[in-house]
């Protein structure tokens, strides 16, 4: 196993004890959520209600949405990271795009950024480049890619272990989100 290759990095900060979600989740942070019990979660941080706030879809270019990059065994993904402005992110969504789509094309339709700047989120957009797939889909149909120990499972596990280690991220708050085949 290499170790992650970010190309950005972010000052060490100190914590804040406010939005934490562990407080929502009590001690189930030991168990697998289903998709219904993620998207509960994510609710009960508050999420804002002000869709014109949320729908202002400009992507920066700048320190906190970096172009970044990440090598292990199974191979190697671009991505692009948001990192939100306080003090220290409170958890991390890891958004997989659709066929066709770019990580800035899903960054754009679901306003993530919005809520995660509002909600101390890190997010991570990897990126499924047409050298893995033509249709840039994420090969979730493949045996190879289905193991948790190789493929692009890998690959994804890995990179969400950097971020987590990088920026002391709480287990318990760390969610993996896609759309069709992501």
Known sequence: HKSPSPTHGRPDQQATSQNRPEQSRGNQSNRRMGLA????ALRAWKMP?????RHQN??????NFAKRNFSCASGHRDFRLFVPSSIKPQGLVVM???CKQTADDFAVG???NVI???HAL?????YQPSSANPSACWNWFRPQDQAPLGGEAEIIAGLT?????????PPENVFVAGLSAG
């Open 37 to 40: 019990e993620t998207i509960a």
């Open 49 to 53: 209600g002000d869709a014109k706030r």
């Open 58 to 63: 400009a992507i920066p270019e700048s320190a």
């Open 96 to 98: 997989l795009h659709g």
């Open 110 to 112: 679901t306003d993530m």
């Open 116 to 118: 995660a700047e509002e």
């Open 122 to 126: 890190l997010v991570a957009y990897p």
């Open 161 to 169: 272990q950097a971020l987590v280690d990088e920026f002391a991220v």
